[in-house]
């Protein structure tokens, strides 16, 4: 595939009319897509590092397509995830294989996907120095909280991902005090909620120096919870997205992306699923 489906350009238009000029916008990007589809040998690498009970159960290795597009640091587009499952106290850290994977180049990050981790290995992440990213997919309970809390106090952490719908005001207070740091940069929420919404706008308001150039990713974020589409101006297009910026009423700088998916149709070959749609609020 090599260019945007005509049948996406017209429902996306669609969340614009009657203004018709975005349309035109739409069909002069759908070349871009050429070099996207074809791939590209720049990409990034990722290494992902899956440990239950302690263990090394898989490692996996690909190429991260979407790191041609990101305009990320070169040091960044080499990247170690560990992923952590089920590790309960009962489960004995290996601190070699911790101490090899610290050395790793490039970028690193956590997943925690498993409520089961015992209290030595919560301290044992709370030390983790080299850590950039972290991306918590399960509901948050006392222990997770507690964790969340000394990364904050570590002041190392980059990106921010909030996987999981499960969460409450003490982690938007957390999230916020990251949001004040001077290394902090991204933080990614994958579930909507207002009340994250407004604690962001709140600190925007109270001091605007802290937030510059920080950036929160709301996913799940549909375009009718815009108040006027039509003030829409397309201001940056790259190989994936769409992006158009609007001005938010405190000042805020706020782009809304539209990413579009392939999937199967019994019909045809590809159709064009809209939207999973994403708010990024950039600020100035």
């Known amino acids: 595939m090599d260019h945007i489906p005509l049948d996406f350009i017209d429902h996306v238009s669609l969340l614009f009319a009657p203004d018709i000029t975005h349309l035109r916008e739409f069909r002069k990007i759908s070349g871009i897509y050429n070099y996207f589809a074809e791939g590209s040998l720049n990409h990034g690498h990722t290494t992902a590092i899956l440990i239950r009970d302690g263990k090394v159960v898989n490692v996996c290795d690909y190429d991260n397509a979407a790191a041609i597009t990101t305009r990320q640091p070169a040091r960044f587009k080499r990247s170690t995830f560990v992923i952590l499952s089920k590790n309960d106290d009962t489960a004995k850290i290996n601190v070699n294989l911790f101490e090899r994977i610290f050395r790793c180049r490039g970028m690193f990050g956590l997943t925690i996907g498993s409520c089961i981790l015992g209290k030595t290995w919560l301290d044992f992440i709370s030390t983790w120095k080299t850590l950039i990213r972290v991306s918590i997919t399960v509901p948050f309970n006392a222990a997770m909280s507690n964790l969340l809390d000394k990364l904050v106090q570590g002041g190392h952490l980059k990106t921010l991902s909030f996987r999981t719908a499960v969460y409450g005001p003490k982690e938007i207070g957390h999230a916020c005090d990251l949001l004040k740091q001077s290394q902090f940069r991204v933080l990614r929420i994958f579930h909507f909620k207002q009340e994250l ?88």
């Open 197 to 284: 919404y407004d604690a962001s706008m709140k600190l925007w308001e109270r001091g605007r120096s802290d937030l510059t150039n920080k950036k929160i990713e709301f996913f799940n974020f549909t375009p009718h919870q815009i108040k006027d589409t039509r003030k829409a101006d397309i201001t940056r297009k790259n190989t994936n997205t769409v992006v158009c910026k609007f001005e938010e009423e405190t000042g805020i700088v706020s782009r809304l992306t539209f990413i579009y998916n392939l999937a199967k149709a019994d019909t045809q070959d590809i159709a064009v699923v809209v939207l999973a749609d994403r708010l990024n609020l950039t600020f100035k």
